[in-house]
Each structure stands twice: as structure tokens, then as C-alpha cells.
């Protein structure tokens, strides 16, 4: 059996090879590669191997074109759809298969929910996914990239415990909600009041970002102090936004409802609480360490979106509120990534970056660009970081 050094030694075989005879080579191929995207250098290729399609192509957050595709080409004689594309060595981006999709615009698309359902899927050559009850992602990963492990899955690595809690609120008024609260392996077992870090949109930390199980590995490691961790589930995309969005009465309820119950439940040291989020939850994040750095002492802000686009007005004033406020929280993470858009998320960051480098005197400030765009994958891929930095463990 023929042994192909990279997948253009295979190309270039088969394309030497007479139309009819190819199918062993792409058999061959599948079992001496059986897993992808094929990850060269600078290049990775990706394929589809399955009878029956028309058209094969592949979404990714790096294309600038609608729709967002790079199509792949048929290997003539066989089922083999393949196409090469470069990235950046330290890359690490959310992908699907899109198969015998129309190939329209998506911009403005009125059944782009339904069309995504029914044409775009996850590889199945590539066993690295986030899945979630929406929809479920590949993941690219290029050889400099983060590293991206299934956290659950880590050996000898002893485990926290998770409680689910029914919230309601009369400040933000909902009832119903979940509240998933991590305490660490031997929390029943110590008296030591432990720091608390908040982290909102507790949906996503609690499930497709690992939150429990990273902290398990960096507490086991020794990366990040012994901690409770409350992730706090949000609304439905309007109601978030809204909520989220400069709030006060968000800030009410984290600091008249939330925290007083977690701390009524929880030995909680009130000198070391933390605030965090993803998106516009890191927006809301901001808006509360802002208005009370004496209370919550560290920040994580993954992606805020504070530039051009919805809500920039307001946004731009949580800008100005870093320079202008006289305190700021001991300790601040921040992160973007590189393929989020410019104008919303990348320059604003790099502004703000600017702003809390002049203040380094005031806060311990870590600030990272990421090879990702906005998605799942690169929240999960940097929270161990800002966990890390926002909660280092003690001497």
C-alpha cells in the first residue's frame, strides 16, 4: 500500500492515475489518514468523502465573502471532495461542511435557520467538535494554536462538585432561571472562605466551555486558587442584549439577589470576587466592576463588543468609564479575537488595551489577541487563561 508523505504526494498520484482505477488510492488514503483537516506547515486540507454530493464547500470565520465559503473540488471518478486552504500557524477556528447547500448570499437569507439545518453539518473525519443544543461545530486547530482538549476527559484529575439552583428576580423580573455554582474537590472537607468568580451566561460555562472541569485541572495543577465558581444562565438573545446592556438593575440583581444568596449557601471570601462573561456579557461584566471595583475585584472580558454597530453609544461610554473612573479591579483579563470584526470588537479592544496599559500601576491587566473569531471555540480556548490570571493561586 502506498504510504503518501502529505496530501499533495496523494493529488498528485491520483491525478496520475487513470479516472477508473482511483477509488483504491482514495481508499487507501481514508485509511492511512483517517482523520481531518490534514494540517501541513501553513496549510490544512479538508475533505468529503461520501457518495451522493453535488456541491461540497466549507464555512469558516476567515472568509470575508458571502456566503462565507471556500468550495471544494471533486476528485474525478471518485466520491473524494477536497480543498487546501492556509491559515495562520497559531489558528484555531470553528468550521462545518456545507453539502449541496444553494450556494446564496446568507446576508438577509429569511430561512438561513432552516438552510443551515438541513445543508451544514459537522465533519465527520474530524472527532474535535463543541456541541451544543443549537448546533454543533468542528474545530480547526493549527499546530501553534492554543491548546483545545476535551477538558471532561482529562485522567487523575479529581473532580468539583456542581449544584443547580431555580432563580428568580424581582429586579430584572424572570423566575425559572438556572444557576450552576462549583465548588472544588475537597470544599466539604475545608473551612478556608474560598474566592468567588461570577461568570455570566451560565448556559454556555457550564456546558460547551467546560467551566467545572477547567477549574478542576488548573486547581490540581496548581494555576489558579481553590474557587466557586457561579455561572448564572441568561434570557433569549433580546432579552440578553437588553439585560446585559449597561444595566443597573442587572447590577441590582447581582448584588442584592445573586451574591447575597451565594453567599448565604457558600463560606465565601468577600475581598476576592470576581465578575466575567463572553459578548455582551462581558459588557455587563465591565459595567458592574466599574460601578463597584471594591466588590468585585477582578474582570474577565472575553469579546466585548464595544465599537460600531448596535447599541454603540453606549457602548462607547463603558470606554471612557476605564480612563475616567477613579478605581479600576485589581485584576483584569481581556481578549479578542483576530477574525472578530474590526470596527465592533478588535479595535476598540486594542483602544482599550492602550487605555489599561497606561494604568498598569492600578491593575494587574493581561490583554490577548486570539486566531479565532467570535464563537464557542475561542471562548473555551483563552478561559483557562483568564481564569488563571483573574484567580492566581495564593502563596
Known amino acids: 500500500m502506498t504510504t503518501w508523505p502529505s496530501f499533495e504526494a496523494f493529488l498528485k498520484d491520483a491525478l496520475n492515475t487513470a479516472i477508473e482505477s482511483r477509488l483504491p488510492l482514495v481508499a487507501n488514503l481514508l485509511r492511512q489518514h483517517p482523520a481531518f483537516p490534514w494540517v501541513e506547515g501553513d496549510k490544512a486540507t479538508f475533505i468529503y468523502a461520501r457518495t451522493g454530493a453535488q456541491r461540497v464547500a466549507i464555512n469558516l470565520d476567515t472568509i470575508r465573502r458571502d456566503p462565507p465559503f471556500v468550495p471544494l473540488e471533486n476528485l474525478a471518478g471518485t466520491a473524494l471532495w477536497y480543498a487546501t486552504v492556509q491559515f495562520q500557524s497559531d489558528d484555531l477556528l470553528d468550521y462545518?461542511?456545507?453539502?449541496?447547500?444553494?450556494?446564496?448570499?446568507?446576508?438577509?437569507?429569511?430561512?438561513?435557520?432552516?438552510?443551515?439545518?438541513?445543508f451544514w453539518h459537522t465533519d465527520p473525519y474530524n472527532p474535535t467538535r463543541i456541541v451544543t443544543p443549537q448546533m454543533s461545530v468542528s474545530?480547526?486547530?493549527?499546530?501553534?494554536?492554543?491548546?483545545?482538549?476535551?477538558?471532561?476527559?482529562?485522567?487523575?484529575?479529581?473532580?468539583?462538585?456542581?449544584?443547580?439552583?431555580?432563580?428568580?428576580?424581582?429586579?430584572?423580573?424572570?423566575?425559572?432561571?438556572?444557576?450552576?455554582?462549583?465548588?472544588?474537590?475537597?470544599?466539604?472537607?475545608?473551612?478556608?472562605?474560598?474566592p468567588v468568580m461570577v461568570l455570566l451566561d451560565g448556559e454556555w460555562a457550564s456546558g460547551p466551555l467546560q467551566t467545572p472541569a477547567i477549574v478542576d485541572a488548573l486547581i490540581k495543577h496548581g494555576k489558579m486558587s481553590k474557587a466557586i465558581v457561579v455561572m448564572m444562565q441568561s434570557g433569549d438573545q433580546s432579552a440578553r442584549d437588553k439585560m446585559f446592556l449597561a444595566n443597573d438593575r442587572h447590577y441590582q440583581f447581582l448584588t442584592q439577589e445573586l451574591l447575597p444568596f451565594v453567599q448565604t449557601e457558600y463560606r465565601v471570601d468577600p475581598a476576592r470576587i470576581g465578575i466575567g462573561g463572553v459578548g455582551m456579557g462581558a459588557v455587563a461584566a465591565a459595567h458592574a466592576a466599574l460601578k463597584n471595583p471594591t466588590l468585585f475585584s477582578s474582570l474577565i472580558m472575553l469579546s466585548a463588543p464595544l465599537g460600531e454597530g448596535k447599541s454603540a453609544a453606549e457602548l462607547r461610554q463603558i470606554m471612557?468609564?476605564?480612563?475616567?473612573?477613579?478605581?479600576?479591579?485589581?485584576?483584569?483579563?481581556?481578549?479578542?479575537?483576530?477574525?472578530?470584526?474590526?470596527?465592533?470588537?478588535?479595535?476598540?479592544?486594542?483602544?482599550?488595551?492602550?487605555?489599561?496599559?497606561?494604568?498598569?500601576?492600578?491593575?494587574?491587566?493581561?490583554?490577548?489577541?486570539?486566531?479565532?473569531?467570535?464563537?464557542?471555540?475561542?471562548?473555551?480556548?483563552?478561559?483557562?487563561?483568564?481564569?488563571?490570571?483573574?484567580?492566581?493561586?495564593?502563596?
Not at 349 to 354: F, H, I, T, V
Not at 355 to 372: A, C, D, K, M, P
Open 139 to 194: 474545530v480547526l486547530r493549527m499546530r501553534d494554536a492554543r491548546p483545545f482538549p476535551d477538558w471532561s476527559k482529562l485522567a487523575r484529575v479529581p473532580h468539583g462538585r456542581v449544584d443547580e439552583y431555580p432563580i428568580k428576580s424581582t429586579q430584572l423580573n424572570f423566575s425559572g432561571r438556572t444557576c450552576w455554582v462549583y465548588t472544588p474537590p475537597d470544599y466539604e472537607t475545608t473551612f478556608d472562605p474560598l
Open 320 to 395: 471612557r468609564r476605564f480612563d475616567d473612573t477613579e478605581r479600576l479591579p485589581a485584576r483584569i483579563f481581556h481578549s479578542v479575537g483576530r477574525y472578530e470584526s474590526s470596527a465592533r470588537f478588535k479595535k476598540p479592544a486594542r483602544e482599550l488595551r492602550e487605555i489599561l496599559n497606561r494604568r498598569r500601576t492600578e491593575t494587574n491587566y493581561q490583554y490577548v489577541e486570539i486566531g479565532s473569531g467570535h464563537s464557542l471555540v475561542a471562548f473555551r480556548s483563552v478561559l483557562p487563561e483568564a481564569l488563571a490570571w483573574t484567580i492566581p493561586p495564593q502563596e
Open 96 to 118: 462545518m461542511l456545507v453539502i449541496d447547500d444553494p450556494m446564496t448570499p446568507v446576508t438577509g437569507d429569511p430561512k438561513i435557520v432552516e438552510r443551515v439545518s438541513q
